[in-house]
C-alpha cells in the first residue's frame, strides 16, 4: 500500500497550484485523507484533512485559499491552493488512513516540494 502524490513546483505568490495524492495497493476502504505541510525547521502540521463522508477540516492559515476533496472511485486526494503566499513554501505531504486485509494502516506519501516566491 502507497500513496503517491504530485504537482509541486514553484510559483509566485498570489498564484495556484493543485496537488494530488493517489492511494494503490491492496485497499479495503479508505477513512480519513489529509495533507501536510512541513517549513525548513518547523514541525509538521496538519493543512487540511476530509474524512470518508466529507467532513473537511481546515488550518486556519488556508481557510478560503485551499480547498481539499477526494475521488473515492481513484482512491485520490486533491489539494487546491489559490493565492499562494510565501509563507506555505514547505514540503507538503499526504496521508491517509486505510483498511487493508482486515487491518487499519496509516501511510504517508512521500512529500513534495511547493515554492511560493515573492
Known amino acids: 500500500v502507497q500513496l503517491q502524490a504530485s504537482g509541486g513546483g514553484l510559483v509566485q505568490a498570489g498564484g495556484s497550484l493543485r496537488l494530488s495524492c493517489a492511494a494503490s495497493g491492496n485497499i479495503d476502504s479508505i477513512n480519513d485523507m489529509a495533507w501536510y505541510r512541513q517549513a525548513p525547521g518547523k514541525q509538521r502540521e496538519l493543512v487540511a484533512a476530509?474524512?470518508?463522508?466529507?467532513?473537511?477540516n481546515y488550518d486556519d492559515s488556508v481557510k478560503g485559499r485551499f480547498t481539499i476533496s477526494r475521488d473515492g472511485a481513484k482512491n485520490t486526494v486533491y489539494l487546491q491552493m489559490n493565492s499562494l503566499k510565501p509563507e506555505d513554501t514547505a514540503v507538503y505531504y499526504c496521508a491517509a488512513h486505510m483498511e487493508c486485509g482486515g487491518r487499519g494502516i496509516g501511510t504517508w506519501g512521500q512529500g513534495t516540494q511547493i515554492t511560493v516566491s515573492s
Open positions: 476530509i474524512t470518508s463522508d466529507g467532513r473537511i
